[in-house]
Structures are given as C-alpha cells and as structure tokens.
C-alpha cells in the first residue's frame, strides 16, 4: 500500500533542525544554543488573560479569521509600519506563523510555478512549495553577506516566477534589508505580475535600524502578502498566534483553506494575543535591548575564537562559517556535541546553501552564552 501515499509527501523531509534537535535531547548535559524560541517567560499579563479568557468560557468557535477585536488590533500595531489594512476583511489571525505561511503559498501558486528564496533560509517554506507542485529556485546569498539583492534577484526571473519571498530579518542569518534595498526589488518587479511573501515573524526584533515592511511600499502593496504573528515580539511560542495582511482579493481567497484546515485559530490564545498587542505593545522592548547586549558579546567572542561571521541586524542568530576548519556542517556540529556537549545547527538544515556555515542562537543567558563559546574555542584549538 506504500505505493498508494502521496508522493509528493514522501518527497519532502522532515526539518533538519528537528533531526539534529531529535539528536540532541539525547544528551542531557549539553549546552543547547539550537534555540529558536525567546528564552523569555511570557509576560504575565498576557498569561492572565488567557486565564481570564477561561474562565469566562471563551473556549468556543470564533470567527474564521478569527475574533475582530485581535483583528483590529493587529491592524492598528501595523500602523506603525506605515500601513493600514482593513480588520473586516484583509487580515486572517491563524495557528502560528507555519500556517500562515502554508496558506499563503497554496493560494498563490499553481503548478509549475516558479518561487525565488534566498539561500540559506528557514526550511518551512521549500516543503510547502513542492507540495503546491511549484518549484522553489534558492539564490545563494552567502557572498553578499546574505542579502536578497535586486541582481540576484534579476538572474533567476523567467515567466514562470510566481512569487518571491523575502524574511526580514532573516532566520537563520539575522540578516535585515534596508528601504534602499527594498525599494531595488520593488523597481525590478513592480510591473510584472509576481507576488512577495514577506515574512516579519522577527520585525520587532531589531538592532541597527528599525525594520521596513516591503508592503508599506504602495507600488507593491497589492502584491504583498505579509506573514507574522506573536510567536517572537512576544514570547509565546506556544500559543501559536500568527497572522496574514493581504489586499482583500487575496485575503479572500486564503481564508477558505484557513476555515478547512483549522477552522480558526485557539480561542484562549487569541484573547491573549488580543492582551499583547493592546496593553502590551511595548513588551519586546526589554527583550530587545538584552538580545542586543547578547549579540554583541557573541559577535566578538565569534570574532576571537577565529570564525569568519557576519553581524545579525535583527533576530536571534548567528550563522558563521565553518569551511577553514574542513568538516562539514553536520561533522562539525556533531563532534561539538560529542565532544564538548554544545549544540548548534548544521548550516545544512538551511538550504543546501546553509553548508559551511553553523547556526548558533543567543536566546540564552550570557552565562549560558559565554560557557558555550569556551567549548566552542577549546573544541577549534584542538581540530
């Protein structure tokens, strides 16, 4: 009967994060800066009205796009960003940023179509777009300190391009795209009939210049789907909140497939996402100004250990390179574990692209941060 399944799901992978992850709970002493969640509690005002939300009996149906004060609240926290999106109609609150992804990309891609990505890159979008029947062409970017730039961008249109997607910042390199960078895509295809996915999951995380949506640009406004949610800003992973701001021709299409996979996202999770973004807008800040602290302790230290690193603008991330030291991404990030009982991400988990290179977060403490790279520098010296 195996012949019988779906073969474009047996053709996809399981994440390399979650391999490696997988391999890495075996060692329960091992410093973990796999990390790709805050490591900061959520605030508590958040959590106490996910408790008040239960205990009012908030636990039934919302609306398919889920309940419209969140909506409005999300439309009024974009407003920021320089651009205003209806609550009634062009924002959809669903499970967590993965199925925003996943419903944006089935809406817009037929088979056949053709989806620019910058390699490396978060391994959620490349399965969804093969399972669309599409074909994802990467853009290696690790000679251009891992930016999307408009050239790049220029050698792989062909009338088949359907879609670009642009993570700002990025996972897994922390890398952000400026408004002059932005505005060099947006001349190359603002008159050709192609969508952008911009994924802002990390806009709020930032560190050398605030973040720029693509979508406040009005001469792709209507070809922009936006992807982000509270996941990051907020610290709640777990509460699986995210969200799509699209024109309303878009944002129709992409709630029919959110009302039959999930019908709308967790009632309790989204009255306290309702509380973070009303009384709570300036909950990151704090979180902000440590992982700051942390980047650049790490980004010097990387810099004396001897690896070859660009600074992150934005996330949590570093992704050095590991190519002078010969191993390969998943021999290097193995023998650290075994030997010194530190854990990283093989750069290969990130595109075939991502090898040469480690992913290293610093959502940990400092103390965590600094005992990690001690291994790390003892591990090096002695290759």
């Known amino acids: 009967m195996e012949e019988l399944l779906n073969r474009r799901i047996k053709n996809i992978q399981i994440s390399g994060i979650r391999r490696f992850y997988n391999l890495v709970s075996q060692y329960k002493d091992a410093i973990n800066l796999t990390i790709g969640q805050p490591d900061f509690e959520t605030p508590t005002h958040v959590k106490d ?14 609306h398919n796009a889920g309940i419209l004060e969140l909506r409005r609240a999300v439309s009024n926290y974009y407003k920021k960003y320089g651009i205003e999106y209806n609550p009634d109609d062009e924002i959809i609150i669903t499970s967590g940023g993965s199925e925003a992804i996943y419903i944006a990309l089935n809406t817009i891609l037929d088979e056949n179509s053709e989806v620019i990505l910058p390699g490396p890159i978060y391994p959620g979008y490349e399965p969804v777009i093969k399972l669309c029947g599409a074909k994802p062409v990467f853009i290696d970017t690790t000679n251009h300190d891992f930016k999307l730039k408009a050239k790049l961008i220029k050698k792989h249109l062909t009338e088949r391009t359907r879609c670009i997607i642009i993570p700002s910042p990025s996972n897994p390199t922390g890398i952000m795209l400026n408004k002059a960078e932005l505005y060099e895509i947006i001349k190359l295809i603002k008159d050709k009939d192609i969508f952008i996915l911009s994924d802002e999951i990390y806009s709020e995380l930032t560190y050398d210049f605030e973040h720029v949506s693509i979508a406040s640009f009005r001469e792709v406004f209507d070809k922009t789907i936006v992807v982000n949610g509270l996941s990051k800003s907020h610290s709640m992973t777990g509460f699986r909140i995210g969200y799509t701001l699209a024109p309303k021709y878009i944002s129709q299409e992409m709630i029919k497939l959110h009302q039959y ?118 591990f090096i010296n002695r290759l």
């Open 49 to 62: 009205a996910a408790k008040i939300a239960l205990d009012n009996n908030k636990t039934v149906y919302t």
């Open 261 to 378: 996979i999930n019908s709308c996202a967790s009632s309790i999770s989204q009255y306290a996402a309702l509380e973070a973004l009303t009384n709570g807008p300036l909950d990151p800040i704090s979180m902000r100004e440590e992982y700051k602290k942390r980047r650049d302790f790490v980004y010097e230290r990387l810099l004396d250990i001897g690896f070859d690193v660009v600074k992150p603008n934005g996330a949590f991330y570093f992704f050095p390179s590991i190519k002078k030291f010969g191993l390969s991404s998943l021999e290097f990030a193995t023998k650290l574990l075994e030997d010194k009982r530190v854990a990283v991400v093989p750069g290969d988990a990130f595109s075939p692209l991502g090898e040469g290179f480690i992913r290293i977060s610093f959502a940990s403490s400092m103390e965590t941060l600094r005992e990690g790279l001690n291994r790390i520098e003892d």
